[in-house]
Each structure stands twice: as C-alpha cells, then as structure tokens.
Nanobody, 125 residues
C-alpha cells in the first residue's frame, strides 16, 4: 500500500506559478508516478508522468513547455512545477502511483493503483 499526500495548491493570477508536492509513504514498489487533474464536469486527465527508475517524463500537450514533473528519491517526493498558468489549468490536482497491473498508457488513469486526496489549483484571469 502506498499513501500519497499532495500539497502546494492555491489561487494565482494568470501568468503565475505554483509548485505542487506529493509525499509518498514509499516508492520502491512503484514504477511510474504522475499528476492528474479534474475540473468540474470533466474527466480526470493525465497532466504529467515520470518513470521512477530512469526519470523519463511524459506530458499532456496542453502543458508542454509550462509544467515540469520531477522527483526527489531521497525524500520520496514528487513535484509539479507549473509556470505560465492560465484559467484553463483550474482544477483539482491529484498525485498517482503505479505499482503494477493493467497498463493503458502513462497518462491514463486506469494505469495507476494509488491516489492522493487532491489539492485545488485556481487560476484567475
């Protein structure tokens, strides 16, 4: 079992930045970790993912060049640096971890076994 706790959400104006953190109880059993987001009335979508073993990263087209996913293995912590935020980025952001099972893509929520409780990001124009 992996427990995930997100932090760092908040309210910013368009063009601003936020850094999200996700503290994991352990990462030795995980292969991928990722950030997802869900806006009201919309499906949960994958924003960014990272392969724990090699640091390879994956991004949704809408955030490429603006968001950066990274990991600190010593602290068992995942980060999402978000720059040039716009109102369309407003959503609840979730941290996720994969330890195995069905795999349908690095940014597909069905690939992930564990989820945090979420942290809200609100961007005003």
């Amino acid at each position: 079992q992996v427990q995930l706790v997100e932090s760092g959400g908040g309210s910013v104006q368009a063009g601003g930045s936020l850094r999200l953190s996700c503290a994991a109880s352990k990462t030795y059993s995980t292969t991928y970790m990722a950030w997802f987001r869900q806006a009201p009335g919309k499906e949960r979508e994958g924003v960014a993912a990272i392969f724990i073993g090699g640091g390879i990263t994956y991004y949704h087209d809408s955030v490429k060049g603006r968001f950066t996913i990274s990991q600190d293995n010593a602290k068992n912590t995942l980060y999402l640096q978000m720059n040039m935020l716009n109102p369309e980025d407003t959503a609840m952001y979730y941290c996720a971890a994969r330890s195995g099972g069905y795999f349908s893509g690095t940014l597909d929520k069905k690939s992930y076994n564990y989820w945090g409780q979420g942290t809200q990001v609100t961007v005003s124009s």
